[in-house]
């Protein structure tokens, strides 16, 4: 069974409970934490306001990351849910209007959502260039205008950015660039190297000489990255193969051991209606999906593969039941990092 069936077959089992959740949180205005920086007295904009296409899911980014979780779905699964009641979702948020209003509001916050936020944007927007489909052509004309504003906000920040951010949050700087390279490939591949080079020009400057990273600090209480792999997950992306694994052999010394035993031991999660807490779950599926995704980086007879499938599963087993039917806190961003490990990224 080739790779590409493999996805496809584990989407299906979980599409139409996903999109049904998925639908749910996109069009759900309240509760809400917007990340708005006033200007004045009357500069009070509801959501939905300022957010005509990403209103839901109680913050920008969770709402951006979950329209590509259902691309994806319509890509991978189009006949395990209801396409047609997603659909129908999708073109009353993707209209150019809206898609231009959320253009325009980037444009006059230029930091909004930086990094993160501005990553899953162009996994949202580069997910439809990959998508032979009516619909997806039409929504990539109405959201690529937002996808140039990005590019151009990256152009101008990576140079200025002389430090990296490592967290286990949404500012962690790796985890937004990553993101960002999909993208920034494809508009290689039409001409435009500008904004890969500026990628791999940072993730080299900042992580490059990064040596037996100190991963056994991990986690912290709030996190749902793991600032150790969001650097690996970046440099597999930008670092020729060879190069990558001579790195990899730097960073973390002792994969071959299993150690540091912190990246191989799933996080507990106390209290899932927790929205700091509720993170959690989201770490130990961002380590399933690196850890995966690493374990077939290597060579087939590589003697840390064993410790990284490993370390996978048992990440996958402590949270993927908790991405529908647990908390509002968690459903409204985990089917993401739930998509992530099931489909590759």
């Not at 969770?62 to 779905?73: A, F, G, P, T």
């Not at 996190?223 to 020729?240: G, I, K, R, W």
């Not at 927790?274 to 077939?296: C, P, T």
């Not at 990440?315 to 991405?323: F, I, L, Q, R």
Request: proline share 6%; net charge negative.
């Amino acid at each position: 069974m080739t790779n590409s069936q493999t996805t496809k077959d584990a989407l299906a089992q979980v599409a139409s409970t996903y999109a049904e959740s998925i639908l749910h949180s996109i069009q759900q205005e309240y509760p809400n934490q917007m990340q708005h920086m006033t200007t004045g007295p009357d500069d009070r904009p509801t959501p939905r306001e300022a957010h005509p296409a990403f209103y839901g899911c109680f913050d920008w980014h969770s709402s951006v990351e979950m329209h590509w979780v259902l691309i994806r779905l319509m890509r991978f699964a189009p006949e395990a849910f209801d396409i047609n009641k997603t659909m129908a979702a999708l073109d009353a948020h993707l209209t150019p209007e809206a898609l231009a209003q959320e253009t325009a509001y980037l444009r006059s916050h230029p930091r909004f959502e930086r990094p993160y936020g501005w990553g899953w944007a162009l996994t949202f927007v580069h997910e439809l260039t990959v998508w032979d489909d009516d619909h997806a052509s039409r929504w990539l004309e109405a959201s690529r205008p937002l996808a140039d504003v990005i590019t151009e906000g990256f152009l101008s920040w990576l140079p200025k950015a002389t430090y990296p951010i490592r967290i286990g949050m949404h500012s962690n700087s790796a985890f937004g660039l990553a993101r960002a390279v999909p993208w920034a490939r494809h508009l290689a591949s039409h001409g435009d190297s500008r904004l890969l080079n500026a990628i791999t020009k940072a993730a080299i400057q900042w992580y490059g000489a990064d040596r037996d990273y100190p991963a056994h600090y991990e986690p912290s209480g709030t996190d749902f990255l793991s600032p150790a792999l969001t650097e690996v997950d970046l440099m597999s992306l930008v670092l020729e193969r060879e190069e990558f694994f001579t790195w990899l052999d730097a960073f973390l010394p002792k994969l071959a051991s299993g150690d540091p035993k912190s990246l191989f031991e799933p996080a507990f999660v106390s209290d899932a209606s927790d929205g700091q807490l509720a993170h959690l779950h989201g770490l130990n599926l961002y380590r399933a999906f690196v850890w995966k995704h690493l374990s077939e980086t290597l060579p087939a007879d590589d003697i840390r593969r064993p410790h990284l499938e490993a370390g996978s599963d048992v990440h996958t087993k402590a949270s993927m039941g908790a991405v529908t039917g647990s908390d509002y806190m968690v459903e409204h961003w985990l089917a993401a990092y739930a998509m992530l490990y099931l489909s590759g990224g």
